[in-house]
Protein backbone atom coordinates (compact mmCIF):
# COMPACT_ATOMS: atom_id res chain seq x y z
CA UNK A 1 0.00 0.00 0.00
CA UNK A 2 1.25 3.55 -0.96
CA UNK A 3 1.99 6.04 1.50
CA UNK A 4 -1.58 8.47 1.73
CA UNK A 5 -1.35 12.07 -0.58
CA UNK A 6 -2.87 15.47 -0.76
CA UNK A 7 -5.56 15.57 -3.72
CA UNK A 8 -4.02 16.93 -6.94
CA UNK A 9 -3.65 20.47 -7.53
CA UNK A 10 -6.74 21.72 -9.55
CA UNK A 11 -6.11 23.67 -13.10
CA UNK A 12 -7.35 26.71 -14.30
CA UNK A 13 -9.82 25.54 -16.45
CA UNK A 14 -11.73 24.37 -13.05
CA UNK A 15 -11.12 26.80 -11.03
CA UNK A 16 -12.77 28.99 -13.70
CA UNK A 17 -15.54 27.17 -14.16
CA UNK A 18 -16.41 26.45 -10.44
CA UNK A 19 -14.98 29.56 -8.99
CA UNK A 20 -16.14 32.59 -11.37
CA UNK A 21 -19.64 33.65 -12.21
CA UNK A 22 -18.81 33.77 -15.94
CA UNK A 23 -17.52 30.12 -15.60
CA UNK A 24 -20.64 29.04 -13.69
CA UNK A 25 -22.53 30.04 -16.67
CA UNK A 26 -20.23 27.77 -19.45
CA UNK A 27 -20.18 25.13 -16.41
CA UNK A 28 -23.75 24.58 -16.89
CA UNK A 29 -23.39 23.04 -20.49
CA UNK A 30 -20.48 20.70 -19.68
CA UNK A 31 -21.91 19.06 -16.86
CA UNK A 32 -24.98 18.49 -19.01
CA UNK A 33 -25.54 14.46 -19.89
CA UNK A 34 -26.00 15.40 -23.51
CA UNK A 35 -22.74 17.67 -24.33
CA UNK A 36 -20.99 14.82 -21.81
CA UNK A 37 -22.56 12.36 -24.71
CA UNK A 38 -21.49 14.38 -27.66
CA UNK A 39 -18.08 14.33 -26.43
CA UNK A 40 -17.71 10.29 -25.41
CA UNK A 41 -18.89 9.88 -29.18
CA UNK A 42 -15.99 11.69 -30.44
CA UNK A 43 -13.49 10.34 -27.96
CA UNK A 44 -15.08 6.59 -29.76
CA UNK A 45 -14.31 8.13 -33.58
CA UNK A 46 -10.80 6.85 -35.07
CA UNK A 47 -10.35 10.92 -35.52
CA UNK A 48 -9.60 10.55 -31.53
CA UNK A 49 -6.60 8.38 -32.13
CA UNK A 50 -4.57 11.72 -32.18
CA UNK A 51 -4.56 11.52 -28.61
CA UNK A 52 -3.75 8.49 -27.62
CA UNK A 53 0.73 8.97 -28.00
CA UNK A 54 0.24 12.24 -25.79
CA UNK A 55 -1.95 10.69 -22.89
CA UNK A 56 0.05 7.57 -22.14
CA UNK A 57 3.07 9.66 -22.09
CA UNK A 58 1.85 12.50 -20.13
CA UNK A 59 0.15 10.11 -17.46
CA UNK A 60 3.15 7.82 -17.65
CA UNK A 61 1.00 4.95 -18.19
CA UNK A 62 3.22 1.31 -18.68
CA UNK A 63 2.32 -0.17 -22.11
CA UNK A 64 3.91 -3.37 -20.63
CA UNK A 65 0.77 -4.02 -18.57
CA UNK A 66 -1.66 -4.08 -21.30
CA UNK A 67 -3.28 -6.71 -22.84
CA UNK A 68 -3.00 -4.90 -26.29
CA UNK A 69 -1.36 -1.47 -27.46
CA UNK A 70 -3.57 -1.22 -31.04
CA UNK A 71 -6.80 1.04 -29.95
CA UNK A 72 -9.24 2.01 -32.85
CA UNK A 73 -10.05 5.14 -31.11
CA UNK A 74 -9.22 7.22 -27.08
CA UNK A 75 -11.98 5.41 -25.60
CA UNK A 76 -10.48 1.77 -25.90
CA UNK A 77 -7.30 3.53 -24.90
CA UNK A 78 -8.72 5.07 -21.45
CA UNK A 79 -11.06 1.87 -21.03
CA UNK A 80 -7.73 -0.62 -21.56
CA UNK A 81 -7.76 -4.07 -20.22
CA UNK A 82 -4.54 -4.83 -17.84
CA UNK A 83 -2.69 -8.06 -18.05
CA UNK A 84 -3.76 -10.23 -14.86
CA UNK A 85 -0.51 -10.23 -13.62
CA UNK A 86 -0.44 -6.23 -13.35
CA UNK A 87 -3.40 -6.55 -10.89
CA UNK A 88 -2.97 -9.78 -8.92
CA UNK A 89 -6.16 -10.33 -6.34
CA UNK A 90 -6.06 -11.57 -3.09
CA UNK A 91 -8.36 -13.94 -3.60
CA UNK A 92 -8.56 -15.16 0.39
CA UNK A 93 -11.85 -15.53 2.00
CA UNK A 94 -10.92 -13.34 5.08
CA UNK A 95 -9.63 -10.29 2.37
CA UNK A 96 -11.81 -7.26 1.54
CA UNK A 97 -10.23 -6.30 -1.44
CA UNK A 98 -10.13 -2.90 -3.36
CA UNK A 99 -12.70 -3.03 -6.72
CA UNK A 100 -10.77 -0.37 -8.67
CA UNK A 101 -7.57 2.10 -8.99
CA UNK A 102 -8.20 5.04 -6.97
CA UNK A 103 -7.41 7.08 -3.93
CA UNK A 104 -8.99 6.24 -1.10
CA UNK A 105 -11.21 8.12 1.39
CA UNK A 106 -12.93 5.95 4.23
CA UNK A 107 -15.44 7.35 6.44
CA UNK A 108 -17.72 5.66 9.78
CA UNK A 109 -21.27 6.24 9.30
CA UNK A 110 -22.55 8.14 11.83
CA UNK A 111 -26.71 8.54 12.30
CA UNK A 112 -27.20 9.26 8.53
CA UNK A 113 -24.23 11.32 7.85
CA UNK A 114 -21.79 9.90 5.35
CA UNK A 115 -19.45 12.55 3.53
CA UNK A 116 -18.45 15.64 5.44
CA UNK A 117 -16.62 18.37 2.58
CA UNK A 118 -16.30 22.04 4.03
CA UNK A 119 -20.02 22.71 5.73
CA UNK A 120 -21.62 19.94 3.81
CA UNK A 121 -22.32 16.60 4.30
CA UNK A 122 -23.53 13.78 2.10
CA UNK A 123 -26.27 11.65 3.63
CA UNK A 124 -26.69 7.82 2.44
CA UNK A 125 -30.60 8.51 1.85
CA UNK A 126 -29.99 11.08 -0.79
CA UNK A 127 -26.72 8.98 -2.35
CA UNK A 128 -29.33 6.74 -2.43
CA UNK A 129 -32.18 8.70 -3.79
CA UNK A 130 -34.43 8.10 -1.30
CA UNK A 131 -34.28 3.93 -1.08
CA UNK A 132 -34.60 2.69 2.65
CA UNK A 133 -31.97 0.42 2.32
CA UNK A 134 -29.97 2.78 3.88
CA UNK A 135 -31.07 2.36 6.91
CA UNK A 136 -29.08 -0.77 7.29
CA UNK A 137 -25.70 0.87 6.98
CA UNK A 138 -26.04 3.60 10.08
CA UNK A 139 -22.85 2.84 12.15
CA UNK A 140 -21.59 1.44 9.14
CA UNK A 141 -18.43 2.13 6.96
CA UNK A 142 -18.37 4.55 4.00
CA UNK A 143 -15.62 4.34 1.19
CA UNK A 144 -14.93 6.22 -1.64
CA UNK A 145 -12.53 5.30 -4.71
CA UNK A 146 -11.38 8.65 -6.36
CA UNK A 147 -10.46 8.16 -9.67
CA UNK A 148 -8.34 10.26 -11.89
CA UNK A 149 -7.72 9.83 -16.07
CA UNK A 150 -4.25 8.37 -15.20
CA UNK A 151 -5.92 5.26 -13.20
CA UNK A 152 -7.33 1.82 -14.50
CA UNK A 153 -10.80 2.38 -15.23
CA UNK A 154 -12.45 -0.99 -14.88
CA UNK A 155 -13.62 -2.34 -11.76
CA UNK A 156 -14.42 -5.38 -10.42
CA UNK A 157 -16.57 -7.64 -7.82
CA UNK A 158 -14.87 -7.75 -4.06
CA UNK A 159 -15.82 -10.98 -3.17
CA UNK A 160 -18.10 -14.17 -4.25
CA UNK A 161 -22.28 -13.75 -4.10
CA UNK A 162 -25.09 -12.86 -5.63
CA UNK A 163 -25.72 -9.48 -7.17
CA UNK A 164 -28.97 -7.61 -7.27
CA UNK A 165 -30.59 -5.22 -10.18
CA UNK A 166 -28.35 -2.20 -11.44
CA UNK A 167 -30.29 0.63 -9.86
CA UNK A 168 -29.38 3.88 -12.35
CA UNK A 169 -29.90 7.44 -11.21
CA UNK A 170 -29.99 10.33 -13.40
CA UNK A 171 -28.11 13.09 -13.12
CA UNK A 172 -25.78 15.64 -13.97
CA UNK A 173 -21.73 15.49 -14.75
CA UNK A 174 -19.61 17.30 -12.21
CA UNK A 175 -16.00 17.22 -12.29
CA UNK A 176 -14.73 14.56 -8.83
CA UNK A 177 -12.00 16.67 -8.29
CA UNK A 178 -11.63 18.35 -5.02
CA UNK A 179 -12.98 21.91 -6.60
CA UNK A 180 -16.48 20.55 -7.18
CA UNK A 181 -16.47 18.62 -4.07
CA UNK A 182 -16.17 21.92 -2.26
CA UNK A 183 -18.62 23.84 -4.27
CA UNK A 184 -21.56 21.15 -5.24
CA UNK A 185 -22.89 18.24 -3.35
CA UNK A 186 -21.33 16.17 -6.81
CA UNK A 187 -22.06 12.69 -5.16
CA UNK A 188 -25.78 13.08 -4.92
CA UNK A 189 -26.13 15.38 -8.21
CA UNK A 190 -23.63 13.24 -10.80
CA UNK A 191 -25.41 10.20 -12.66
CA UNK A 192 -24.40 7.23 -10.92
CA UNK A 193 -25.49 3.40 -10.85
CA UNK A 194 -25.55 0.88 -7.92
CA UNK A 195 -26.34 -2.21 -7.37
CA UNK A 196 -26.24 -4.42 -3.65
CA UNK A 197 -24.16 -7.52 -3.35
CA UNK A 198 -25.12 -10.57 -1.15
CA UNK A 199 -21.48 -11.06 -0.29
CA UNK A 200 -20.42 -14.66 0.88
CA UNK A 201 -18.18 -13.00 3.70
CA UNK A 202 -19.17 -9.99 3.97
CA UNK A 203 -22.92 -9.33 4.59
CA UNK A 204 -24.51 -6.92 2.22
CA UNK A 205 -22.72 -4.30 0.37
CA UNK A 206 -23.73 -1.39 -1.80
CA UNK A 207 -20.83 -0.41 -4.65
CA UNK A 208 -22.01 2.30 -6.74
CA UNK A 209 -20.34 3.73 -9.83
CA UNK A 210 -20.70 7.52 -9.87
CA UNK A 211 -20.17 9.05 -13.53
CA UNK A 212 -17.96 12.46 -13.82
CA UNK A 213 -17.36 15.14 -16.26
CA UNK A 214 -17.03 14.11 -19.76
CA UNK A 215 -17.86 10.14 -19.10
CA UNK A 216 -20.69 9.86 -21.30
CA UNK A 217 -20.95 6.48 -20.12
CA UNK A 218 -20.74 4.09 -16.91
CA UNK A 219 -20.91 0.60 -18.21
CA UNK A 220 -21.75 -2.39 -16.43
CA UNK A 221 -22.02 -5.81 -18.02
CA UNK A 222 -24.26 -7.61 -15.33
CA UNK A 223 -27.71 -7.47 -13.96
CA UNK A 224 -28.68 -9.78 -11.32
CA UNK A 225 -26.72 -13.04 -11.23
CA UNK A 226 -24.10 -15.27 -9.33
CA UNK A 227 -20.48 -13.25 -9.39
CA UNK A 228 -16.97 -14.46 -8.07
CA UNK A 229 -14.71 -12.38 -6.59
CA UNK A 230 -11.65 -10.22 -9.18
CA UNK A 231 -14.33 -10.81 -11.39
CA UNK A 232 -14.81 -7.30 -13.74
CA UNK A 233 -17.89 -5.93 -13.00
CA UNK A 234 -17.53 -3.17 -15.88
CA UNK A 235 -15.80 -0.03 -16.65
CA UNK A 236 -15.98 3.60 -17.15
CA UNK A 237 -15.41 5.79 -20.16
CA UNK A 238 -13.19 8.81 -20.77
CA UNK A 239 -13.12 11.09 -17.71
CA UNK A 240 -12.04 11.18 -14.09
CA UNK A 241 -14.74 8.89 -11.81
CA UNK A 242 -15.59 7.22 -8.30
CA UNK A 243 -17.09 3.76 -6.73
CA UNK A 244 -18.61 4.48 -3.40
CA UNK A 245 -19.04 0.99 -1.09
CA UNK A 246 -20.96 0.81 2.02
CA UNK A 247 -20.36 -1.78 4.06
CA UNK A 248 -22.87 -2.97 7.65
CA UNK A 249 -21.46 -2.41 10.86
CA UNK A 250 -19.04 -5.06 12.25
CA UNK A 251 -18.65 -6.69 8.57
CA UNK A 252 -14.77 -5.10 7.70
CA UNK A 253 -12.02 -4.35 9.75
CA UNK A 254 -10.51 -1.71 7.96
CA UNK A 255 -7.11 -0.56 8.83
CA UNK A 256 -7.04 2.88 11.23
CA UNK A 257 -4.88 4.69 9.07
CA UNK A 258 -7.41 5.39 6.56
CA UNK A 259 -9.83 6.83 8.53
CA UNK A 260 -6.81 9.23 9.86
CA UNK A 261 -5.59 9.94 6.61
CA UNK A 262 -8.91 11.15 5.49
CA UNK A 263 -9.36 13.25 9.04
CA UNK A 264 -5.84 15.13 7.69
CA UNK A 265 -7.28 15.53 4.02
CA UNK A 266 -4.97 13.25 2.51
CA UNK A 267 -5.77 10.34 0.09
CA UNK A 268 -4.75 6.39 -0.16
CA UNK A 269 -3.35 4.85 -3.09
CA UNK A 270 -4.80 1.57 -3.99
CA UNK A 271 -4.97 -1.03 -6.58
CA UNK A 272 -7.38 -3.67 -7.72
CA UNK A 273 -7.55 -6.58 -6.38
CA UNK A 274 -5.37 -5.36 -3.50
CA UNK A 275 -6.29 -6.24 0.07
CA UNK A 276 -7.53 -3.08 2.14
CA UNK A 277 -9.36 -4.59 4.71
CA UNK A 278 -10.25 -8.19 6.41
CA UNK A 279 -13.49 -10.18 7.70
CA UNK A 280 -14.44 -9.54 11.36
CA UNK A 281 -15.33 -12.20 13.36
Same mark, same amino acid.
Given at each position: ????????KT???L????????? *??????F?????S??? $?????????? +?????????????????????F??F???F???????????D????????P???L??????????? +????????? +???????????????? $?????? *??????????????N??? $?N????????H??????????????????????????N?G??????????????I??????? *???? $?T????????????I?????????????????? *?????????L????????N
Amino acid at each position: MEAPVKPDKTGFLLNFLYGNPIG *RLLLKLFNNVAFSKIA $GSFMDSPISK +IFIRSFIKNNKISTDDLQQTDFSCFNDCFSRKMKNSARPVDMSKEAFISPCDGLLSAYRIKKNLV +IPVKQSFFS +IKSLLSGNKIYEEYRE $GICLVF *RLCVNHYHRYCYVDNGIK $GNNHFIKGKLHTVRPVALYEFPVFCENCREYTIIDTENFGKIIQMEIGAMLVGKIVNYHNKK *RIKK $GTEKGKFLYGGSTIILLVKKDAVKFPEIFFGAT *RAGYEIPVKLGEKIGVKQN
